[in-house]
């Protein structure tokens, strides 16, 4: 899981975990998270839009060059509309508004 705010992080992992996730790594910004991804190798990742170092996107697209490349859901407090066209050409599995995130939201990008 990947977001600057730690509350927003606390409430995720519960919420995600409660659902049956596993949480293996947090991480605040894009740097970390790469660095976590390659040592952990998750399979999903969660990953806030806006972030202090690298935009998610760009996050995303570092995580797709891993040797082990994990599904990544992209989430903002912004709607997916303001994305639209960067999400089109991404290679993330989907977009979750923050305040939908739920488990079964999760799933369902994840098939």
Not at 21 to 38: F, K, N, P, S, T
Not at 57 to 70: R, S
Not at 79 to 87: F, I, M, S, V
């Amino acid at each position: 899981m990947v977001d600057d705010h730690a509350p927003f992080r606390a409430l995720a992992r519960e919420l995600l975990q409660s659902a049956g996730y596993e949480v293996i790594g947090e991480a605040d910004d894009g740097r970390q998270a790469v660095d976590l991804c390659a040592r952990l190798r998750p399979d999903i990742v969660l990953l806030d839009v806006q972030l202090p170092d690298m935009d998610g996107f760009a996050v995303a697209a570092a995580l797709a060059a891993q040797e082990v490349a994990p599904a990544v859901v992209l989430t903002s407090t912004r709607d997916a509309g303001a994305y639209r066209r960067r999400l089109a050409t991404s290679t993330v599995r989907g977009f979750i508004h923050k305040p939908d995130l739920s488990g079964a939201a999760l799933a369902a990008l994840l098939g």
